[in-house]
């Protein structure tokens, strides 16, 4: 299994930034994207953003298109997710996750999950 740990949440206020990262190990290669996630106190874990381990495609979210960017770090097993012009209704605890099979941008098709990072964004 592909085993994930993120770092790098915390408390910022609005239209601050935070970088997330995601440290994976373990069988990566049979995970081509990578993506991230978040939920919300009392809402459904949402797709955020997903990239491909090759080719570095990225996909978005709507609303978080133009603020946020997913990279990564081929070499170092490492995604990433720069967060600009944070709003509080970015608060939530975002989970890393490898793609397993089919579409990209539904939680029910990515295998391993992180134990996510909480996300607080105050006005």
């Known amino acids: 299994q592909v085993q994930l740990v993120e770092s790098g949440g915390g408390l910022v206020q609005a239209g601050g930034s935070l970088r997330l990262s995601c440290a994976a190990s373990g069988r990566t290669f049979n995970s081509a994207f990578m993506g991230w996630f978040r939920q919300a106190p009392g809402q459904e874990r949402e797709f955020v953003a997903v990239?491909?381990?090759?080719?570095?495609?990225?996909y978005y979210a709507d609303s978080v298109k133009g603020r946020f960017t997913i990279s990564r770090d081929s070499a170092k097993n490492t995604v990433y997710l720069q967060m600009n012009s944070l709003k509080p209704e970015d608060t939530a605890v975002y989970y890393c996750a490898a793609h397993s099979h089919g579409t990209i941008y539904e939680r029910e098709n990515f295998g391993s999950w992180g134990q996510g990072t909480q996300v607080t964004v105050s006005s």
């Open positions: 990239i491909s381990w090759g080719g570095g495609n990225t």
